[in-house]
C-alpha cells in the first residue's frame, strides 16, 4: 500500500472488530467499570444525516479512551423503534409497521457501523422487540400493583395498602391519592364489594384509570403528551389539537416530585437542563383557599395562591375553561355564551395561552362566590389564561397586583381595590408588587411576608382553607390511541382493570385489518379479531406512548438477553447508572424526567440500588446546515436572482444543496428537480442565478442535509470523526462546511507519512528519541489527556496537528515516539490508529493497549531561547541554561557573532538582563 486508502483500511479493520468481537464486553468482577451511553435514536426512513454523528462520535471517544486507561467499558446502541412515523406509513401503504422499522434499523447500523463506533452490538435492544416490551410492561404492572406511602415517602406493593385497610380504614393513612378520594373505616371497606374496592384501589395505585383533560388530535386519532404539541398542534404533520375529556391511563409521577427536585442537586447535569426540569415541576409555597358559591349548598371554588397576602384586593373569580364547575354553576342567561367560549378555548394550546400576554378574553358564568373575610359576592368569569392542569385550574383576581388580572378587569371593566401601599394614585397598579398592605383589615400596615403568614393562620382557623405546597407537576398521561405501540398488560372483568397474570407476557400485538381506529372510535387494537386475555376478558385497546420502552432502556443493556428478570441483580449492581450519558436539550423535561422517575420506582420497590440512572449529562450542541434559497415571484413560475428579489413581490423557496455550487443555481437540474418547475423561468443577474442562504438547523424539509456516506465514500470516517470534532466545543452548534474537511484529510495523510515512504516502505526505526522529540511527544499526551478528561474533545485534534508538524520538522520516524502517538489517535481516527499498530507488528487491537502516561520530567524546562535586542530591537535569539548566572548570560551575549556584528566593536552602556523573558542591549 503506498499511499492512505481509507476506504481499504476501515473496511477491513470494521471487519476485523467484528468478527473478532474486540467490542463484547462481559462483566468483570473487581475491574472498574465506565458506562457511556447515547441517547436512543428513533430510526426514521431518511436515515443519518451528518449533524446525528455528533454525540455518537464524541460517546465513542470517550469510550474508546476510557478503554485504553483500563476500564471496562459498557457503550451499547439500541432504538427507540415504536414510532408514529412507522404508523403513518402504515395508514397509508398498508405495511405493517416492523418491516418499515426493520428496514430502517438495517439502514441506520450499516451507517454507524460506517464510521467506525466501538458499540457492542451482542447488548442491542429495540423497543418494539416483544423480548423486549415484555419487561416494560412488567414495569407497568409493578406501577399498577404499587402506591405512594407519603410516611415512608417511597413507593410500595399495593397489599400493603389493602392490609392498612382493613386494619384501620383510611385512619393514620398518608398516602398520594386523588383528592376527592372517599374516607372509611375497617368495618367499612370489609363491607365494600370487589368493584367498589378496586375502584378505591385505582385511586391510588401509580398506574390508574381517570377522567382527564387531553390534547386530543383528531387527524391523529390519538391523544398526545404536552411536549408532542407546538403552537396548538402535533409536533408530527402539524394538525390541529384540542382539548377533551377522556378516560385515560396516567402515572402518578407527582408523588415523586419532591424527589425529582432533591436528586436534581445530586447529579452533574448542564444548569440549563436542570432549571428546564424545577420549572416543569414548578414548586409553589402558599395557601388553598375555599370560595362558597352563593346559592349552592357545600359547593366551593378552591384557589391556590402564593399571595394570600393580596385576598382583600379580589374583585372576580376566573375559572379555567376546562374547570368541571363551569357547567354547573353557569346561568341559564349566560348558557349559551359560556358554552361558546369553553369551545373555542379548546383550540388554543396551553403554550398559546400562557404566552400570549396581549390576549384578553373571557366571559362571566352569571354565578357569584362570596368573600371568605368580607362576605361580599364576587363574580366567577372564565377565562382562558387560567389554566387546568396549574393549581386548581381557578384563581382569585387581584387586578391591583397581578398583570394579566389587571389587564382582564381593565378589558371587562371589573373593580380594582389598591391593597399595597403606594399604588393608590399610580395607573397600573401592578408596578409595584411588594409593600405594606392597605384596604385589607387585619391585615393593614403589615409588610407582605408577615401579611402571608397571618393570613394562613387566619384561614386555618377559621376553616377556610390551609397551607399548602403546589406543583405545576401534572401526572403523566400513559395511553395512546395507536397500533404501533404497546401493548397495555390490563383485562376488564365487568369493566374493572385488573393486571394481566404476569406468565402471559409479553402481551403481543396482533394483526389488524387497518391501522386506523375502528368505525366506532375505538383504537386500532379493537380491530383486532379475538383480543381478550387468556382468561376471556377483553384486553386494553390503548398502547402506550412512545416514552415507555426509552424510560429504562439503559437498564436493559446491562444484561440484554435475561428471560428471568428485567437485569439480574449482579449485572445492575456491575454497571449501576450511566457514567456518562450524552444527548439533546429537547428531551429535557420529557425523556429524561420519566427516566428519573421510573429509576426512583424501581429503586423503592428494590429492584435497583441507585435512584438516578443518569450521573452526568452533556448535551451535544447541533451541526447546522447552509441551506440554499431561490425567490419565487408571487403566482407565477417565475425565480428572480437574490440581488434582484428586492425589485419584485417575491416568496422565499428553500432549494435542495445539492443544486448550488457557491451560491450559484444550476437552472437546468432546478427545472428538473420538480416536476411543477419544469417550465421554471428566471431573472439573472450577470448571466447567473444567485442563491440566498441561511444557516439553519439540518432537516429534509430545508433541503440542506448533508449524508454522511458521502462524506466517507470521499475522505474516510476517521476524517469525519475528526472534522465533526474540529467544528468547536461539543455542546456548541456550530455551521458544516464541506470545505473544512480537507485540511483534516491532509493532516491524516501526514500521520500517514511518519510511518511509511512513497513507496509504501515502513520507514519507523528504533533509534533513541531526542530530548525535544519526548518533549513534543509527552506535552501532547497531557494536553490531549486532560482535555478529554474534561470533554473538551476538539482541542486535541489541534494538539495532534502540532504534534505530527512538529515530527515532520524534526524527521522523526522513531518507534518510541509514533507507537504512544497512535494510541493517542485511536479514539479519534481507529481506523488508521490500527492499521498502523498492526504496521508496527502488534497482533492484538490497538483498543486494548494501555493509555501512554506523560512524563513530567520531560516537560522540565533546562533552557530559555532569550530574544535579544540592541537599542531596543530585536537582532537574534540565543538559547541559554536557565541555572546560568546572570553574569555568564552577559558574556555569552556579548561574544555571540550577531550581537558583535550589530554593537560594531562598541562598549555597550547597559545589558539589560530579564530572566526568562529578554535581553536588551543598550549602546
Not at 393593614?444 to 377559621?462: F, T, V
Request: charged share 25%.
Amino acid at each position: 500500500m503506498k499511499a492512505y486508502t481509507p476506504a481499504e483500511i476501515e473496511k477491513k479493520w470494521q471487519q476485523y472488530w467484528e468478527e473478532q468481537q474486540v467490542y463484547r464486553v462481559q462483566e468483570v468482577p473487581g475491574k472498574p467499570k465506565y458506562y457511556v451511553l447515547d441517547m436512543f435514536p428513533y430510526p426514521s426512513g431518511a436515515g443519518l444525516h451528518v449533524g446525528h454523528p455528533l454525540g455518537y462520535i464524541a460517546s465513542d471517544i470517550i469510550a474508546r479512551y476510557k478503554r485504553h486507561k483500563g476500564y471496562n467499558v459498557l457503550h451499547p446502541m439500541g432504538f427507540d423503534s415504536f414510532g408514529l412515523p412507522a404508523e403513518q406509513y402504515a395508514i397509508q401503504t398498508g405495511q405493517h409497521p416492523a418491516i418499515t422499522t426493520e428496514k430502517n434499523i438495517a439502514r441506520y447500523k450499516e451507517q454507524l457501523r460506517s464510521i467506525g463506533f466501538s458499540y457492542d452490538w451482542s447488548r442491542q435492544v429495540r423497543t418494539s422487540d416483544p423480548k423486549y416490551y415484555k419487561w416494560t410492561q412488567w414495569i407497568f404492572l409493578q406501577l399498577f400493583g404499587s402506591w405512594y406511602n407519603k410516611q415512608t415517602d417511597k413507593a410500595e406493593p399495593i397489599e400493603t395498602l389493602v392490609a392498612h385497610f382493613e386494619k384501620h380504614g383510611t385512619q393514620h393513612l398518608n398516602a398520594h391519592c386523588n383528592e376527592d378520594t372517599p374516607q372509611f373505616t375497617a368495618q367499612e371497606w370489609q363491607s365494600f364489594d370487589e368493584r367498589k374496592k378496586q375502584e378505591i384501589l385505582l385511586d391510588y395505585r401509580l398506574a390508574y384509570l381517570d377522567d382527564m383533560t387531553v390534547n386530543w388530535c383528531p387527524a391523529l386519532g390519538m391523544v398526545l403528551s404536552n411536549d408532542e404539541v407546538k403552537d396548538g398542534v402535533s409536533e408530527r404533520g402539524g394538525h390541529p389539537v384540542v382539548k377533551k375529556k377522556m378516560r385515560q391511563w396516567a402515572l402518578r409521577i407527582t408523588a415523586y416530585a419532591e424527589r425529582l427536585l432533591e436528586g436534581l442537586e445530586r447529579i452533574d447535569w448542564p444548569e440549563a437542563v436542570k432549571e428546564m426540569q424545577h420549572n416543569w415541576i414548578g414548586k409553589s409555597f402558599g395557601a388553598e383557599v375555599k370560595f362558597p358559591l352563593q346559592g349552592k349548598e357545600h359547593l366551593f371554588i378552591k384557589v391556590f395562591t402564593t399571595r394570600i397576602d393580596t385576598i382583600f384586593g379580589v374583585t372576580f373569580l376566573v375559572l379555567a375553561p376546562e374547570h368541571e364547575l363551569v357547567e354547573r354553576i353557569t346561568t341559564e342567561e349566560q348558557r349559551n355564551e359560556v358554552l361558546a367560549y369553553v369551545e373555542e378555548a379548546k383550540n388554543r394550546s396551553e403554550r398559546d395561552r400562557m404566552s400570549d400576554v396581549k390576549h384578553v378574553s373571557g366571559v362571566f358564568t352569571g354565578a357569584y362566590a362570596t368573600h371568605p373575610f368580607t362576605g361580599k359576592p364576587i363574580p366567577v368569569w372564565v377565562g382562558d389564561y387560567v389554566l387546568a392542569g396549574y393549581g386548581t385550574g381557578a384563581v382569585m383576581a387581584v387586578p391591583s397586583s397581578d398583570d394579566r388580572d389587571f389587564r382582564f378587569a381593565k378589558h371587562f371593566g371589573l373593580p380594582i381595590i389598591p391593597v399595597i401601599e403606594g399604588t393608590e394614585a399610580l395607573e397600573d397598579p401592578t408596578q409595584i408588587k411588594h409593600g405594606r398592605l392597605i384596604n385589607s383589615d387585619f391585615l393593614n400596615g403589615l409588610d407582605w411576608q408577615s401579611a402571608i403568614e397571618k393570613a394562613i393562620e387566619e384561614i386555618e382557623k377559621r376553616g377556610l382553607g390551609r397551607r399548602r405546597v403546589q406543583y405545576k407537576l401534572r401526572d403523566a398521561v400513559f395511553a395512546r390511541q395507536r397500533y404501533w405501540g404497546e401493548p397495555i398488560p390490563i383485562e376488564y372483568r365487568d369493566g374493572i382493570p385488573y393486571p394481566l397474570d404476569e406468565q402471559y407476557l409479553p402481551l403481543e400485538l396482533p394483526p389488524v385489518d387497518k391501522y386506523l381506529p375502528t368505525e366506532n372510535g375505538d383504537p386500532p387494537l379493537g380491530r383486532a379479531e379475538n383480543w381478550v386475555s387468556p382468561n376471556g376478558y377483553p384486553l386494553e385497546l390503548n398502547t402506550m406512548p412512545g416514552w415507555a420502552g426509552s424510560s429504562w432502556y439503559f437498564l436493559r443493556y446491562c444484561d440484554p438477553h435475561n428471560d428471568e428478570r428485567f437485569a439480574s441483580p449482579e449485572a445492575i449492581d456491575y454497571w449501576k447508572n450511566v457514567d456518562l450519558y450524552i444527548g439533546g436539550t429537547e428531551h429535557a423535561v420529557g425523556h429524561l424526567l420519566y427516566a428519573r422517575f421510573w429509576t426512583k420506582f424501581l429503586y423503592d420497590r428494590h429492584w435497583l440500588p441507585f435512584d438516578e440512572p443518569f450521573q452526568k449529562l452533556v448535551n451535544q450542541g447541533m451541526i447546522q446546515g447552509r441551506s440554499n434559497f431561490v425567490y419565487r415571484i408571487k403566482n407565477t413560475n417565475t425565480f428572480v436572482s437574490y440581488g434582484l428579489k428586492d425589485q419584485y413581490d417575491t416568496v422565499p423557496m428553500h432549494v435542495d444543496i445539492s443544486l448550488v455550487n457557491n451560491d450559484v443555481l444550476d437552472t437546468e437540474a432546478f427545472r428538473r428537480w420538480r416536476p411543477d418547475l419544469a417550465d421554471a423561468e428566471f431573472i439573472l443577474e450577470d448571466g447567473k442565478y444567485i442563491c440566498g442562504y441561511e444557516i439553519e438547523k439540518m432537516s429534509k424539509s430545508r433541503h440542506n442535509v448533508v449524508n454522511p456516506d458521502d462524506i466517507v465514500a470521499e475522505y474516510g470516517a476517521d476524517t469525519l470523526r475528526l472534522y465533526e470534532m474540529f467544528l468547536g466545543p461539543l455542546e456548541h452548534s456550530k455551521p458544516w462546511n464541506t470545505h473544512g474537511i480537507d485540511g483534516v484529510y491532509r493532516f491524516l495523510r501526514k500521520v500517514w507519512n511518519l510511518f511509511f515512504d512513497e513507496e509504501g516502505q515502513l520507514i519507523v526505526n528504533d533509534e533513541a528519541p531526542a530530548k525535544e522529540e519526548l518533549k513534543v511527544l509527552h506535552q501532547t499526551i497531557k494536553r490531549v489527556s486532560e482535555d478529554i478528561e474534561r470533554l473538551s474533545l476538539n482541542t486535541p485534534v489541534s494538539s495532534f496537528m502540532v504534534l505530527v508538524n512538529e515530527l515532520q520538522r524534526l524527521k522523526c520516524h522513531k518507534r518510541a515516539i509514533l507507537e504512544p502517538f497512535v494510541v493517542l489517535l485511536s479514539p479519534y481516527a481507529p481506523h488508521l490508529a490500527e492499521e498502523l499498530w498492526h504496521a508496527l507488528g502488534h497482533s492484538s487491537s490497538v483498543v486494548d493497549a494501555p493509555y501512554p502516561e506523560y512524563n513530567e520530567s520531560y516537560l522540565v524546562e533546562d533552557s530559555f531561547e532569550y530574544p535579544v535586542s540592541i537599542n531596543g530591537k530585536m537582532r537574534t535569539k540565543i538559547t541559554l541554561p536557565l541555572d546560568i548566572p546572570k553574569e555568564e548570560i552577559e558574556k555569552v551575549v556579548l561574544q555571540n557573532e550577531v550581537v558583535q556584528k550589530w554593537v560594531d566593536g562598541k562598549t555597550p552602556k547597559k545589558v539589560i538582563i530579564v530572566p526568562k523573558r529578554i535581553i536588551n542591549i543598550v549602546v
